[in-house]
């Protein structure tokens, strides 16, 4: 069960997360048919629901017989989720401290597609004014779905223009609210590599980018004026 799955990814034990949705299907029972309905070892069951009560999952609502009931999902998931966002936000004030932001003029190197493309990801998902991106039709549509909403999308393809990639090779190029950018070079199919990028918040780079991907989608749009003219 899915459920069960993403519970314990929230810190419960196997026993804890099957008791609770074994409780949330029954509404209120006692141990011995939670712990049937839930597969769990009757031994097990009561110091189970202990601990569920224990964490606010569940409630005693008799003693002859007792009986178990599950509090709210809907809480429990509010809750689950104000204490990641202050974990999140802790973290963050630690690393912070740990390691400065990284320099302008760094440049770090990326391998293989899936490098590349969480790095891609990453970016887009973190714009707050706006993303320009020219490249390959797939990886421009996935991160158009994954811009967040308000953010402006500037996106163009790079045929026509003078390669900024190898024989056997497509490029990538990315650049979000003027600060930070990804160049990368894909490999066709058929040529031998691996591919390979950079990303930067170098301001050099990132603005070579944008005027790059700009420079792109204009001649798309004159090229469409003259083909409508024609």
Known sequence: MSAVIHLQALGLTEYEARAYTALLALGQAVPARVARQAGIPRP??????????GRG???R??????EYAPLSAREYLARARRSFDDRLGALDRDLSRLAPD???E?????Y???AITAMCEDLTLNARQDVVMAGGAELLGRLESLTPRGVKISKASLDGLPSVAAAGQSAFLLARDGEAAVIAHFIQEGAQGEAHGVHTHNPVI???IQGYVHLAAERVGVAAAAQSED
Do not use: C, F, S, W
Request: glycine residues 6%; aromatic residues 6%.
């Open 106 to 110: 760094a440049v770090y190197h990326l």
């Open 44 to 53: 097990k069951i009561y110091e189970t629901l202990e601990r569920l009560e």
């Open 112 to 114: 293989g597609d899936a």
């Open 102 to 104: 990284p320099a302008p």
């Open 206 to 208: 990132v603005h070579l």
């Open 61 to 66: 609502v008799g003693q002859n017989p007792l």
């Open 57 to 59: 999952l569940a409630a």
